[in-house]
């Protein structure tokens, strides 16, 4: 096989690298929804029109206007999954500094994103991804697809997965060099739980190590609680859009 034909099947590949529609019930409701909405409302308006019916006019206008507007937000969060999330991955990633062989986790790693973005910067460590594989917080979320992108990625050799509540991590303190989680956290609507959470990947880090969560809400909380253990080295990013809605992202050095 000659060199462009290498390059070729290589890219084919990366092509078929998927990690993962968030929110994907939202995002199908929002985009069909949202876009049965805009024509059910314009149909309306002008049979309402042509029948001098204002009421029903008055109804249909801001029917379409508000699917309009779900549909929209539907498309920015589609981008936000395939497109918006990757460069923003690769902002985290960057910001970490690497030797190459670090012992990494992933809480809550889905389909992969950062794990295996955190795995092709090692060379003889190893990235660890602990997750529930919730359905509702990620389309097809299963190990068998994160081991599947990690065979697309090569980087299948230096990658495990296993099942884990972030609440109670299977490792012994001081495991891990570096610790990533991305749009998690948050998914956990009590405080107490998310506190809990940050008491574990504390536990679980190595003095010296290096955090980075990104997450929607609640990074203040989670900084408030790092400082509550005695960290000093914590800040937050400003607010970026990459990822549709305005997320933060805490970095993060264990003392």
């Not at 699917?67 to 981008?79: A, R, S």
Request: hydrophobic share 45%; charged share 20%; aromatic share 10%.
């Amino acid at each position: 096989m000659n060199a462009k034909a290498t390059s070729e099947t290589v890219f084919q590949q990366k092509q078929k690298v998927n990690y993962g529609l968030d929110a994907p019930l939202f995002q199908r409701s929002a985009l069909f929804g949202g876009l049965s909405a805009v024509v059910l409302g314009i149909v309306a308006a002008r049979w309402a029109q042509q029948h001098s019916l204002q009421a029903v006019f008055n109804l249909a206008t801001p029917i379409a206007w508000t699917g309009l507007w779900f549909f929209l937000t539907g498309c920015v969060m589609l981008w936000g999954s395939k497109v918006g999330k990757l460069y923003l991955r690769d902002k985290i990633i960057s910001s970490i500094r690497w030797r190459g062989d670090e012992r990494v986790l992933d809480v809550g790693c889905g389909h992969g994103l950062m794990l295996l973005a955190a795995a092709k910067r090692l060379k003889s460590g190893v990235a660890i991804g602990i997750d529930i594989w919730s359905q509702v917080d990620q389309a097809d979320n299963n190990p068998q697809s994160t081991l599947a992108n990690a065979q697309l990625e090569t980087v299948a050799d230096r990658v495990e997965v296993q099942n884990a509540d972030a609440r109670s991590l299977p490792f012994p303190d001081n495991s891990f060099d570096v610790i990533v989680s991305s749009f998690v956290i948050h998914n956990l609507n009590r405080a107490v739980d998310r506190e809990q959470v940050m008491r574990e990947i504390a536990r679980v880090l190595k003095p010296g190590g290096q955090l980075a969560i990104a997450d929607i809400r609640h990074t203040g909380q989670y900084e408030r609680m790092l400082r509550a253990l005695g960290w000093t080295s914590v800040h937050r990013w400003f607010p970026n859009f990459l990822f549709v809605t305005p997320t933060r992202v805490l970095r993060a050095t264990k003392p």
